[in-house]
DNA sequence: ATAGTGCTTTACGTTTACGTCAACGTCAAG
DNA sequence: CTTGACGTTGACGTAAACGTAAAGCACTAT
């Protein structure tokens, strides 16, 4: 049988490319929580997981708290129906969020193309 | 004739939803730089427009100094060739950046539904 | 004349997100 | 058994992006 695999903090923030001390801060902040073994910490996938998550809010420009309230989501607890209602009105909040992004994004993209366009027309002039 | 139309610091921070200490701070950067009619700032639709930029980039995540970079490549001088294909590759680097964002964005939304979808099943389980 | 409104600069304070020592524990290798 | 290699906890430092007085100018309204 092959038991769970797991990660010391140095193979996490290699693969993540981010420092020990960054791992640990998002740890100080209660995003991820890693086991211990002793004194060690030891990474599981699920910590992983939502380190990747993490970097991906941050390349967004969301706040940590932010972020760790939109991870802390999806491991909340979804038993009683007010819980879940709770959680698909965070849901939507979120989705606004990330749409507002989306179209930013888009927009941004759009208007270096047509920048670029420009540019290629006052290149084609000089030739 | 209609002259052209300006505004005053306290206008333009109202219509962005800023303080004055923000936009005070973006001319300190030298993200913008409005016209001065004695002692006081007077800005022009320029002004307005770069603001704009400014404040998309800062919801996108990018820090103020590249923005500054990004909105300084609008108004470079596109003149002389070499100047061109160093605009041209400069529109590259910042495309290839938005790419990443927007895949994260689609990431993010589509993972956002997937949960969303698992927490109806939920919650129509309980009904 | 003075009071009020709006703008100005100067300058120190604050929050976020880590960087950077310092000092110490632990365990395998020589 | 001591020397690395790797890990740990403080604790202070720092850069970015403003917040927040403090103090003063300019114009208008009473």
């Not at 970097?55 to 969301?62: A, M, N």
């Not at 939109?70 to 959680?87: C, H, K, N, S």
């Not at 994004?105 to 759009?110: M, P, S, T, Y």
């Given at each position: 049988?092959?038991?769970?695999?797991?990660?010391?903090?140095?193979?996490?923030?290699?693969?993540?490319?981010?420092?020990?001390?960054?791992?640990?801060?998002?740890?100080?902040?209660?995003?991820?929580?890693?086991?211990?073994?002793?004194?060690?910490?030891?990474?599981?996938?699920?910590?992983?997981t939502?380190?990747?998550?993490?970097?991906?809010?941050?390349?967004?420009?969301?706040?940590?708290?932010?972020?760790?309230?939109?991870?802390?989501?999806?491991?909340?607890?979804?038993?009683?129906r007010?819980?879940?209602?709770?959680?698909?009105?965070?849901?939507?909040?979120?989705?606004?969020d990330?749409?507002?992004?989306?179209?930013?994004?888009?927009?941004?993209?759009?208007?270096?193309?047509?920048?670029?366009?420009?540019?290629?027309?006052?290149?084609?002039?000089?030739?």
């Amino acid at each position: 049988m092959t038991s769970a695999p797991t990660w010391t903090i140095a193979q996490v923030a290699e693969e993540f490319d981010v420092t020990h001390r960054t791992v640990r801060h998002y740890e100080d902040l209660g995003l991820i929580t890693p086991e211990r073994r002793g004194t060690q910490r030891v990474y599981h996938r699920r910590d992983r997981t939502r380190l990747g998550l993490i970097l991906r809010g941050k390349r967004l420009g969301f706040p940590l708290e932010e972020i760790r309230t939109i991870i802390d989501l999806f491991d909340a607890p979804r038993g009683r129906r007010t819980q879940l209602e709770y959680v698909l009105a965070q849901i939507d909040e979120r989705r606004a969020d990330l749409d507002q992004r989306l179209r930013d994004v888009q927009d941004a993209i759009a208007e270096l193309g047509e920048f670029e366009r420009r540019c290629r027309e006052d290149l084609d002039k000089l030739a």
